[in-house]
């Protein structure tokens, strides 16, 4: 081990203590660095005298960038539009500092993942390099038009994108695809493509699959385990990400998973999911929302003037995550029926994320149902959020939002929900 001086995107070989790793430096002090390894994942090492680090490669290793191709039309095979928005599906590593940017174009991903043309005529556009924490509601609308333009055409849309804040996404476009008659899918990965343990392309070709099935709605596909053995097809209105960094972070939440997809083309339903033959009218597009939508997190000490900041600003309408089954403090009370009064509309959803809120088993919640908060059964606070933006761009009727909060549009509600479909 020669030990010369080494800097930050250098590939080395260091040795402590009888352990040896190869890699590149994506960080570095007097006393450790940190290490990107070719599995993707980094190990911190202690500089000291028993650490030797041999500088390998003394080249910067470049951003790996597949090829575009192009692909010949099999009139045998349905046409499946994939749309890129962004995030770690669309993204690869920059090897000089460890970071992860959305870089990829959707045709480069496909180039990677030559197994989609088994099952369908692919047509790639990318529609937004985002990665999904900078999503506004700008970009909703971006898609949902991009999506309706290409559902003209196509079998089936797949979108990829960031899973951060993928519920969101899925539940808005079941809001803005009116009449969905065709599969949407959106997909994603926890590990960027160019990683030898990526879930970008399983994910991928699952959903295509999907993509060309009799499915009317939006849903999101992905590893339904840890390893590559089947992903899941969920609803787009109740699912979630669970887990920060593992592959089968979505789950289905208060329901079922619609079904299960191999990459050898096997799928498997496991109950009854809305058909084409289903929807009477055509699909059109409606996108238009008001934006001036809150969620608001209550918790232990919440102060309720944070209250006066969405009314004072002008907000038409909240979502308050409460405790259990839909509790926020009493000191908030006044706060929420000043809202009532400056016609907010006021939502309750659960932070228990599982189950329903009821405002009929305590006596406190029923004050707040007296006020006039909508208690949103078991409606996900994204979907929530997504929803009330969607209902308050059509109408600021009292008792029209009310009834279009609870109406069941995009199975957003389970009435029946099992205790098996709790932590699936
Ligand atoms: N932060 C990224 C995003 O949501 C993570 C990912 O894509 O998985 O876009």
Not at 53 to 71: C, D, M, R, T
Not at 130 to 148: C, D, G, R, T, Y
Not at 271 to 293: A, F, N, R
Not at 395 to 403: A, F, G, H, L
Request: charged content about 25%.
């Amino acid at each position: 081990m020669d030990n010369k001086p080494v800097k930050i995107g250098d590939c080395v070989a260091v040795e402590r203590n009888k352990t040896m790793w190869e890699g590149n430096i994506i960080q570095i002090n007097s006393k450790s660095l940190t290490l990107k390894l070719k599995s993707g994942y980094n190990v911190g090492i202690t500089l000291d005298k028993n650490t030797k680090i041999k500088k390998i490669n003394a080249e910067k290793i470049g951003k790996h960038k597949p090829v575009e191709f192009k692909l010949k039309f099999d009139k045998t095979k349905p046409l499946v539009s994939i749309l890129s928005a962004g995030g770690t599906i669309a993204s690869s590593i920059d090897y000089s500092t460890g970071a992860i940017s959305a870089s990829y174009s959707a045709s480069q991903l496909v180039s990677s993942v030559p197994e989609l043309v088994n099952f369908a005529n692919i047509k790639t556009k990318k529609v937004l390099e985002e990665m999904s924490e900078n999503m506004i509601p700008k970009h909703w609308k971006q898609l949902a038009n991009s999506v309706f333009k290409e559902l003209k055409e196509s079998n089936g849309v797949v979108v990829t994108h960031g899973t951060d804040t993928l519920s969101y996404t899925s539940s808005m476009l079941s809001f803005m695809l009116k009449n969905l008659n065709k599969p949407v899918v959106i997909t994603f990965a926890q590990k960027s493509s160019d990683r030898g343990s990526s879930d970008a392309s399983m994910n991928l070709i699952c959903s295509a699959i999907t993509a060309t099935k009799n499915i009317a709605g939006v849903v999101a596909v992905g590893h339904g385990t840890m390893s590559d053995d089947y992903c899941l097809i969920n609803p787009g209105t109740k699912v979630r990400k669970m887990h920060s960094s593992q592959r089968d972070s979505f789950r289905p939440i208060n329901c079922s998973p619609i079904g299960k997809v191999w990459v050898d083309g096997k799928i498997k339903f496991l109950g009854k999911h809305k058909k084409k033959e289903d929807l009477k009218e055509d699909c059109y597009l409606d996108d238009k929302i008001e934006e001036k939508v809150a969620i608001v997190k209550f918790y232990p000490g919440f102060n309720p003037e944070l209250l006066d900041v969405y009314i004072d600003k002008g907000y038409k309408g909240i979502i308050i995550e409460g405790t259990g089954l839909g509790h926020i403090a009493e000191c908030l009370f006044p706060k929420i029926k000043r809202a009532i009064k400056e016609d907010i509309t006021v939502c309750m959803t659960t932070q228990t994320i599982y189950g329903k809120v009821n405002p009929y088993v305590y006596s406190n919640l029923r004050i707040l149902s007296d006020l006039g908060v909508i208690y949103l059964e078991d409606m996900l606070t994204e979907t929530a959020y997504t929803k009330l933006m969607w209902v308050l761009g059509h109408t600021q009727n009292k008792e029209e939002v009310r009834e279009m909060m609870l109406k069941n549009m995009c199975g957003e509600f389970n009435l029946k929900i099992q205790p098996n479909q709790f932590l699936y």
